[in-house]
């Protein structure tokens, strides 16, 4: 596997945190057991974390206001996988890549694969994009994809979807994953059930199309590009979908796509009751989409989700395997460094979830002791697990201190000098 950053480089990083990490760690690892955990099978399950970075988050995003492009973004999908190398290599959390088409088509897919492979990176779902019209393109989605009241626009959007999925399976991808800005922005723009039958319609189609081992995504959004009415703006929405179109469809959660103050963990709960949870897109908000770095504004709340993940986990076993993925728009800070923050904080949650002790809780809710139901999650929300996914990361060939090995090693500016800035290079939206 060729390494992006100098292995050497990230080893002598290591050394200078060493004494510190251990001592932190031996710490940590009596306190929790005095709570009958023992901090070496947390470390090993915290080793097995993975969530997939966006392909579209390794440059600068932009709001409809202006996009400040940063230093050597990255102006291809090769290049932009050489950027989530270098995510894996320093947190060894992100293994898989997603990508988004066309933004990321490649001209010759075997060529990709064979260079994330070199790469040491896989790939999780991949993403369609029928919310902007390409170039040359012969139909206009500004009223619409697969909901669009031109039939010709619908199978224009369709064929898009399959040839996603060709991409996919030809790149070892075993998932789609369809999100739409279709919706209304005005009373009486569209019919509201019509436009989901048409949906439905234009779904069942891609579904038709799916190899037997993928899944097809939906990810509901509540508004915008659509102000007034999105098709399918809600988890009810897209569980209906999901369960209309068969078993091999499922719900994805984006955790900015809800109005503000919405229970997103009791989503995940309901989602995974009725086996249709397919996956995530993590990142964090204050208002809206906001697509800020996970865990930046309400860490408690990816906390809460992971807890129902982790209870689901319990009941499911094994079979109960929702994709994990990243999807963040940077405009302030570096990519790398956002993504690689972000896989950590979700791998935190991920942790603090395992620390819930799940026999106390359920004795303590069939007790009614409400207080200290409340004070058994908090007391896991509240333990720096910190120690622990640095040991992970060191154990498992990565950096102590991802950030600080990130900028040690100079990989911007390398990357500056040899990509200079290309107009329109960068796709990153926020999706
Ligand atoms: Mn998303």
Redesign the pocket.
Same mark, same amino acid.
């Given at each position: 596997m060729k390494s992006v950053i100098d292995a050497g480089l990230v080893q002598d990083q290591n050394a200078k945190l060493d004494a510190n990490l251990q001592a932190d760690y031996d710490a940590l690892g009596g306190v929790l057991s005095r709570r009958g955990v023992d901090i070496d099978k947390l470390t090993a399950l915290a080793q097995t974390f993975a969530v997939a970075v966006p392909s579209w988050g390794a440059g600068t995003g932009g709001t409809r206001f202006a996009r400040f492009p940063g230093r050597g973004e990255p102006r291809n999908v090769f290049e932009k996988m050489e950027d989530c190398a270098v995510i894996n290599q320093l947190t060894r959390a992100t293994p898989a890549v997603s990508l988004h088409f066309p933004w990321d088509k490649p001209s010759d897919v075997q060529e990709l694969r064979g260079s994330a492979e070199e790469l040491g990176l896989g790939f999780d779902a991949v993403n369609s994009n029928t919310f902007q019209d390409q170039v040359g393109q012969e139909h206009t989605y500004k009223y619409g994809s697969l909901t669009s009241m031109n039939a010709a626009a619908r199978a224009q959007a369709v064929a898009h979807n399959i040839e996603c999925i060709e991409l996919g399976q030809a790149l070892g991808s075993k998932a789609l994953t369809v999100?739409v800005g279709d919706g209304a922005n005005f009373p009486g723009q569209s019919n509201l059930r019509g436009a989901l039958e048409r949906y439905l319609d234009s779904m069942r189609s891609i579904y038709a199309a799916l190899p037997d081992d993928w899944n097809i995504f939906i990810?509901h959004k509540l508004f915008e590009p659509a102000f007034y009415a999105t098709t399918i703006a809600d988890w009810g929405t897209s569980f209906a979908c999901a369960t209309t179109l068969g078993p091999k469809a499922k719900c994805l959660v %984006?955790l900015g !796509?809800h109005a503000p103050n919405t229970n997103i963990e009791m989503i995940v709960a309901r989602l995974a009751q009725f086996g249709k949870l397919g996956g995530f !897109?993590f990142n964090d908000s204050k208002y809206g989409d906001d697509d800020l770095d996970s865990g930046s504004i309400n860490p408690f709340q990816l906390f809460l989700v992971f807890n129902e993940l982790a209870d689901a986990a319990l009941r499911e076993g094994a079979a109960f395997k929702p994709a994990y993925m990243l %999807?963040q728009s940077h405009n302030v800070t570096d990519p790398i460094e956002s993504l690689m923050s972000s896989a950590v904080e979700v791998q935190r949650a991920f942790v603090q979830s395992a620390l819930v002790d799940r026999a106390e809780l359920a004795s303590l809710q069939e007790q009614n002791d409400v207080l200290q139901a409340a004070q058994c999650l908090k007391r896991a929300f509240r333990t720096d697990v910190g120690p622990i996914l640095a040991m992970a990361r060191v154990r498992s060939g990565g950096a102590a201190d991802p950030v600080a090995a990130y900028r040690a090693s100079g990989y911007r500016d390398r990357v500056a000098s040899v990509r200079p800035a290309k107009a329109g290079a960068s796709s990153s939206g926020i999706?």
């Open positions: 999100w990810e %984006d !796509h !897109h %999807d999706v």
